[in-house]
């Protein structure tokens, strides 16, 4: 299994729909400071892990849609979609492509907002999303996703901390 | 639940220290625990000593040596739990440009099995890589992207020429 | 005691502004208050808006933005209290090409008037540098240094080739 | 005033006299992960900043002694001089060149240490010394010394922690 493509839409500083092609092997994203490098592993993580702690930066969800950048108007909504090759199973779900969605849409008193999930474009509880996640091992809780930081915050912390990171992991 | 956690630690410690080993280039590390008639009750000592080098306290380790070991640790906690894919943030900032590329020529090796993504800004990593995504802020804050696959073969344009590093 | 506070705020914020739209090459920033009429009971926000984007959080900023906004902050704290010498490591570990030679020439131009020692990994850190001292450690542990002064006047050896980088 | 030299005798990875040459102006040092550059630095807040609490990553001052390396005998002391010009006579003593030393030997019992100060060579009080360095305004607690990781601890801080640095300079 592995990730083929990713579509960004108004996710962060990708205002239009982007859409950004992978393949197997080794890929390096590089560019300079700002351009929107980590943005694109936060919308990996914006979709893998719904149910996850891991800061995606975002002081709240409603801060991943593209707020217009110098001089464009914010949008209402963001999508990120995650779009697997799936000819080995390991997603238990019969198709050779498995498209993963997250939507989140600004509420129009701008106060709350709204989160769908999406398994192949039809509609998907949070439980259901999750548990689809849990069982291909592709969660963002795994120690796969290696975030900006992370490394010095390993550097930094008490042996009690680390020991604890194997706790987590039995 | 002890022995669970015994199994994981001692699986988790050999690949520290075979993964260390290969990182530095002949230095030697491992895990230990500060209580081992009862782990869960201590906590988990890092113990490096690159190439050459007596054993020091971690803390008295460099700054790109204590982000070597970090980053064998992370390795290490992978290799026990594998995943069919791997994103990896600038885990190579602090790394001279001779630990860079001992990283990125291992992340190579492992992509033969299992698909990374790696960002970073250094040369000597986007040369070990197969594909290359350049990424770029246009100059009304919107993201573009542009994608260079198989650059392995293209045998006279280095990369860094193309995205103007 | 609350009138000196803000007559070293004011001054410090008129040099971080000024700094910062330096370093990021037109960019805006500004230290706030969030008490201001009773500033030593709330906290000092800092505000940063790179060039051509919208402002956001901090901590909404890229990795490499949050730390030309950290610099900028220390160099203001330097210039309202100018010491005769400067030591400073690795600061230009998290930025890129251009912001770090924006830094570099920023140091080259303060170096006018105060000595600067740049602890740097980059090439475009040493080649606006005056001297390189080049350090090595042999293999028995022990660290040795070489200087080269005055690399400014080699007109074709460039410092990194000489080091080996 | 500028610093003109820095002595080293068995400072953490100097193990023989070295002598490192300064020149006015913009010196940039550079080397391999672990070469002993941050050393460097560490030997001139190891002088300028006795009473001080910045971390010199040494668990205890007798780790600044060189310890052997791969092959040799740990040494029983250390030593580091920092030598000023002086010509504006920035710091208040009547000499055009100033050498500011400070000297930790590990005790017979390996358990305590001594700490000696010297200027131009004559022991001096901690005191005295600490008093120069205030006088000459080149103490280590200063923000002119940036120290590795000193970026992410401010880029890190809180709103409140970051205010105390204005609280402090006052
Ligand atoms: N909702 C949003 N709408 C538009 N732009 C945004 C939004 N959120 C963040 N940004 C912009 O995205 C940029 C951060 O991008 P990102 O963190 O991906 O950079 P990066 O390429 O990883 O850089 P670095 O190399 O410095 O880590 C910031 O400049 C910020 O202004
Ligand atoms: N007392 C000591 N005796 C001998 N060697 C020591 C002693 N204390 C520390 N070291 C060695 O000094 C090295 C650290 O040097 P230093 O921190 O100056 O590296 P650096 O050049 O700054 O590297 P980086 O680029 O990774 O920050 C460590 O490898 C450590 O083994
Ligand atoms: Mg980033
Ligand atoms: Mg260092």
């Known amino acids: ?170 | 639940k002890k022995v669970g956690f015994q199994r994981i630690f001692g699986a988790i410690n050999e690949n520290f220290t075979k993964i260390f080993s290969e990182l530095s280039g002949g230095g030697e590390a491992e895990l230990l625990l500060e209580n081992e008639e009862d782990p869960l009750s201590g906590g988990l000592i890092i113990k490096a000593r690159p190439k050459d080098k007596k054993f020091v306290r971690m803390e008295a380790l460099s700054g790109g040596e204590k982000s070597l070991t970090a980053l064998s640790f992370i390795f290490a906690i992978q290799a026990y739990q594998p995943s069919p894919f791997y994103l990896l943030d600038e885990v190579d900032m602090f790394l001279d440009g001779v630990n860079a590329e001992n990283v990125s020529r291992a992340v190579g090796r492992s992509s033969k099995n299992a698909q990374f993504i790696q960002i970073s800004l250094r040369k000597v990593t986007l040369k070990e890589a197969d594909h290359i995504i350049g990424v770029t802020m246009q100059r009304e804050g919107i993201t573009d992207i542009v994608m260079k696959p198989n650059i392995g073969d293209i045998p006279d344009t280095p990369p860094e020429t193309e995205l103007k590093l």
Do not use: W
Not at chain 1, 10 to 23: C, D, Q
Not at chain 1, 64 to 73: A, D, I, S, W
Not at chain 1, 92 to 116: C, F, Q
Not at chain 1, 133 to 155: E, K, P
């Open chain 1, 1 to 170: 299994m592995h990730l083929k493509e990713i579509e960004l839409d108004n996710f962060k500083s990708f205002s239009r729909k982007t859409k950004i092609p992978l393949l197997e092997g080794y890929t390096a994203i590089t560019g300079p400071n700002g351009a929107g490098k980590s943005n694109i592993s936060d919308a990996i993580l914006f979709v893998l892990g719904p149910k996850s702690s891991r800061v995606i930066r975002a002081g709240r969800l409603t801060d991943l849609v593209f707020n217009g950048g110098k001089e464009k108007r914010p949008a209402k909504e963001c999508k990120a979609s995650l779009i697997f090759d799936n000819s080995d199973r390991l997603i238990p779900i019969d198709t050779n492509e498995v498209k993963l969605t997250r939507l989140v849409r600004i509420s129009d008193n701008a106060e709350g907002y709204y989160s769908y999930f999406y398994v192949n474009d039809k509609k998907s509880s949070l439980g259901e999303f999750d548990n689809l996640l849990a069982n291909a091992r592709i969660s963002a809780d795994g120690y796969n996703f290696v975030q900006q930081g992370d490394i010095t915050r390993i550097v930094e912390m008490t042996n009690l901390e680390r020991r604890r990171i194997l706790d987590d992991i039995a």
